[in-house]
């Protein structure tokens, strides 16, 4: 019977939850080196905190032991505290199982759910993307915007999986699957406008243009603006440039991409526009 302690006072199995005995008989388990170890529905009975820190121990003793574990789970907080390389998904459509490598937790999550969603599915890599198209749609396709739902679904691997199933008519509804501008075309697939990653893009142009209204928008001065993105266009990792202009404007990542993405909306070709947006008309 397993006993735990919590600061000063200690309580045995009789008094826990199924879920802390069964992880603390699990954690007390001396695993063999180079062993396979096989868990079903690693989260039962478990709070999301309980959850993340048991993946981070399972990793520390995967090192320890040079072991290698296989999990299922319906958990967005254990997928998180996974590495999309770590994450596979059995993807049922038309009949038809697939293993899909590398997906979000987003993605994973929205195909586990029973809720009714809107009439079109627009799949981006990641949380950028979908910032990125939403203004897009929002700005130039008012009337199919509120029609669709946008899924980020991670490694552009797993796009191009989709890619495939798209171009298979495969899913079971609309869907158009969208790769960022700085990869090849793929079956399937779209490639949203600019030709480079979305950061990349809305920061160039945003350059440009003196950075536009944006300084309006997040309600900052517009030399602190100026220097806090230019100097986040100096690090050789985009993805780090809204996170670094954020942290020196003292405003919200989320609110500053934002921000940004509407102001370079504003100012894209509406000729440019409606090739993102016929697609999406068609589709639904």
């Not at 799949?123 to 203004?135: I, N, P, Q, S």
């Amino acid at each position: 019977m397993p006993v735990i302690s919590k600061g000063n006072t200690a309580y045995s199995g009789f008094h826990q939850g199924s879920g802390e005995t069964t992880i603390a008989e699990l954690l007390q388990t001396d695993l063999t080196k180079y062993s396979l170890v096989l868990i079903d529905e690693i989260e039962s009975s478990l709070h999301p905190r309980a959850q993340r820190r048991l993946i981070r121990d399972l990793a520390e003793r995967c090192r320890e032991r040079e072991i290698q574990i296989i999990l299922s789970t319906h958990s967005p907080y254990v997928l998180e505290e996974l590495p999309f390389e770590a994450r596979k998904y059995i993807l049922e459509a038309g009949g038809v199982r697939e293993i899909v490598s590398g997906v979000s937790p987003q993605f994973a999550m929205t195909k586990m759910d029973d809720e009714d969603y809107p009439e079109l599915d627009l799949y981006v890599e990641d949380h950028a993307a979908k910032t990125f198209l939403a203004e897009l749609i929002a700005y130039h396709g008012k009337d199919v915007f509120p029609r669709c739902q946008i899924i980020p679904f991670g490694a552009a691997s797993v796009g191009h999986a989709l890619g495939q199933m798209v171009d298979g008519e495969r899913f079971p509804r609309p869907s158009l699957v969208y790769l960022d501008g700085d990869n090849a075309s793929a079956p399937g697939c779209l490639l949203l406008p600019g030709g480079d990653a979305p950061e990349q893009v809305v920061f160039n142009q945003l350059k440009k243009q003196s950075w536009g209204n944006l300084w309006s928008r997040i309600g900052r001065d517009i030399s602190l603006v100026d220097d806090a993105c230019s100097r986040a266009m100096t690090l050789a990792d985009h993805h780090e440039w809204v996170r670094l202009a954020a942290n020196q404007l003292k405003c919200g990542g989320d609110t500053l991409w934002q921000a940004m993405c509407a102001e370079w909306v504003s100012k894209f070709s509406a000729a440019e526009a409606r090739k993102v947006i016929r697609p999406i008309e068609e589709a639904i």
